[in-house]
Each structure stands twice: as structure tokens, then as C-alpha cells.
């Protein structure tokens, strides 16, 4: 469970019913911090990727005995969406699903880039992130949409991100992939995200 931009690991559990979630599914949640990594390995810092994707898992599972490959989803909102999207797409056959709830989609974007100059510098270390590994948009388009993990999004239609989480979902029909896309009523908060996770949470048990 990845926590946004301005997060950390107690956010979740602090503004969401997890052990609820938790007692529905017979799940283990996990909530790693990330801090202002976008879930990436930083030019200038720490391999945040490799921490919350690779080193994480192996110790929880390995620790408390519960590894199971084909319950294991990786879930976020805003930045943490952005990390579960391209954690699935980076790695396929390691996550049987990813939910990205109002996911920066599109880092590319001229206004994301203008509001993070920060991120571009110190975490991307590019100039311009279109056509690199950290774009949703051409990691998608490099994908093989049969070897792809379940895919699950939603957007609320008072949300900055919509406009690119809209692009991201047409961009996905058009290439083929299965990418459940949803939109509602609400903005970039809790009250829109509780109800979504809870939903998407029912659909991708599906495959367990």
C-alpha cells in the first residue's frame, strides 16, 4: 500500500479502514515509506524501487512465513498510484494486480513538471521524462498486454489528475490492455478513495 507525495507509511492505516480490509480478506497489509521518491530508484538518493518492490516483499514474506505469489497486489494513491502502476508493468509476473487510485499518471505532463522541478532534478535526473522508464504512457506502450497484471484505476471527476488519468485509460483500451477504469463523484481525498478501495479490493479478489 503506497502512500502519496506529501505521505508516509502511517497514512494509510491512519485515514482507512485497512484492518477491516484486512478481516474481509484474510489479507496482510504492508506500508512501506517512500517519501518524496515517486517509488523510484533515485538519481540522487536512495533505490526506492528496489526497497518498497523487491526488498520489502521478500522480508515480510520470508519473516512471516506468508508468501503467496498469487494474492500479491500492489495499491496506491496519487504518487502511490504512479508506483503501482509502473511496479506491475515493470514487473508482471511478480504482482497478480495493481490499483491506482487518482495515479499521477503522466509525470510528463507540463504542469506536473513545472510544480516538481525538485523530482525532475533529484529523482528522474532528466530534463524530460516522455519515452523514459519513469513514463507510464510509453512503458505501457512497450508492455505485452497478455503477460500484464490485472489492472485496476479510478479518477474522481473533481480531481486535477482527471485529464490524464483519462488519457492513460484510453491509451490502455487503444493498446488492448484489460484496465478496469472508473470515475465518480470527488476529489483527491480520502472520501473518494475509502469506497473506491473497497471496490476494487472486491473486484481483484476475484482472483484469488
Known amino acids: 500500500m503506497l502512500h502519496g507525495l506529501s505521505g508516509d507509511h502511517s497514512i494509510w492505516p491512519t485515514y482507512a479502514p485497512v484492518q477491516r480490509w484486512a478481516d474481509k480478506y484474510n489479507a496482510l497489509f504492508v506500508f512501506p515509506s517512500g517519501e518524496r521518491s515517486f517509488w523510484t530508484n533515485a538519481k540522487y538518493g536512495l533505490a526506492w524501487a528496489d526497497w518498497a518492490f523487491d526488498e520489502a516483499p521478500e522480508y515480510v514474506e520470508t519473516t512471516l512465513g506468508v508468501a503467496s505469489p498469487k494474492r500479491r497486489i500492489v495499491a ?40 516538481h522541478q525538485d523530482l525532475y532534478q533529484n529523482v528522474f535526473g532528466l530534463a524530460n521524462a516522455r519515452g523514459s522508464a519513469f513514463d507510464l504512457f510509453t512503458q505501457l506502450e512497450n508492455a505485452d498486454p497478455a503477460a500484464l497484471p490485472r489492472l485496476w484505476a479510478c479518477c474522481g471527476r473533481d480531481d486535477r489528475l482527471l485529464d490524464m488519468n483519462r488519457r492513460f485509460a484510453a491509451l490502455a483500451k487503444k493498446l488492448g490492455v484489460s484496465y478496469e477504469y472508473t470515475e465518480g463523484s470527488g476529489g483527491h481525498d ?11 479490493l472486491e473486484s481483484v479478489a476475484q482472483l484469488w
Open 190 to 200: 480520502y472520501a473518494y478513495w475509502n469506497p473506491q478501495m473497497a471496490a476494487a
Open 76 to 115: 496506491g494513491f496519487s504518487m502511490g498510484g504512479y508506483g503501482a502502476l509502473k511496479a506491475a508493468l515493470a514487473r508482471p509476473n511478480f504482482f497478480r494486480a495493481a490499483i491506482s487510485l487518482s495515479g499521477t499518471t503522466d509525470i510528463a505532463e507540463g504542469a506536473f513538471k513545472s510544480r
